[in-house]
């Protein structure tokens, strides 16, 4: 058990056996789901999968007040290919919810056709999404960008600051693309850097790439200089 003197050692393994068949996916939001609230915690797992591509997220997590924590979990040799629209390995799609991961990897991840991340958190309500990721790492992760161009082939977040409205550009037939090579973070509203909700104080993050911008790390936002100089020597940005 764990958490306990007999815990066993090591981590547990999860293997998805999709066998090519897509209909084992047909109606659903993803391998694992939480919904209307629930709390979903996993620890020492490590989640690897056969010779197919999944079109769903392996972890989805919808409606306000959920909570998802993963601790010592491992996400190996993932193919992700959505048909619709982007996805995340982890994807988490509404407001007022709460993500942890402490101690994670993901490594060797493919995404392709419609593209998204390995984790992708798209907030569609009015409050925002708290994320909570420590001492994980993001190894030879391979993704194209979603419909709007936006990358951010490990994380992609869209979190909400406030109040706010925000009309699509129509004028160009291709929206721009190759932005973000690690992480693509973008939102809505004012934010404001007294909060220290944007946290990335610490984080190790190289050797990655992006066609035009943000090599690493990609930020569309209200008060980024702000952001910048907030703490001793833009602490909370790198």
Known sequence: MYGTPTEMTGNAEIKILKNNDNNKENGKQGWISAFEGLQLHLYGLNIIMDNS???????????????????????????????????????????????????????????????????????????????????????????????????????????????????SDTSKDLPPTGYGGGIFLTGNGEYNPSTKRLNLKGMKIYGNSADKAGQSLYVAMTQLAEWCRTGIAGEYVK
């Open 53 to 167: 591509q999944l079109l769903i997220p392996i972890i989805y997590i919808q409606d306000s007040n959920s909570l998802l924590e993963l601790n010592t979990m491992t996400f190996t040799g993932i193919k992700l290919s959505p048909t619709t629209e982007a996805k995340g390995i982890i994807h988490i799609n509404y407001d007022n919810s709460q993500f942890i991961a402490q101690s994670c990897i993901f490594q060797n991840i493919q995404i392709q056709s419609k593209g998204g991340n390995a984790i992708r958190i798209l907030n569609n309500g009015s409050q925002p999404i708290i994320s909570n990721i420590k001492g994980s790492q993001f190894n030879n992760i391979n993704s194209i960008g979603d419909s709007n161009g936006r990358g951010g082939s490990a994380i992609y977040m869209e979190n909400k600051f406030g109040k706010c409205q925000t009309k």
